[in-house]
């Protein structure tokens, strides 16, 4: 059976994650572009997280925490 097909969703459906992800980025004082170049994604990725349309992958997160300076479990916990 294949996968189904569309963005992955992260698991907490409440969008908590997405506004912890969102909050830290502006205290840090990045925009989504600046966020997107540091860890070396699109800026629609770090949309994606910060909707809860995208769970990233573990290396992802951890480039994530790093640039703003917190820890995974800060934002993803």
Do not use: N
Request: hydrophobic share 45%; charged share 20%.
């Amino acid at each position: 059976m294949a996968p189904p097909s569309g963005p992955v969703r992260a698991p907490e459906a409440d969008g908590a994650v997405g506004a912890r992800i969102k909050a830290a980025r502006r205290e840090a004082g990045f925009t989504q572009q600046t966020l997107a170049a540091e860890v070396e994604v699109s800026r629609q990725t770090i949309i994606a997280m910060e909707t809860g349309d995208y769970a990233p992958s573990v290396y992802l997160a951890i480039k994530v925490a790093r640039a703003l300076a917190t820890s995974v479990e800060a934002l993803w916990g």
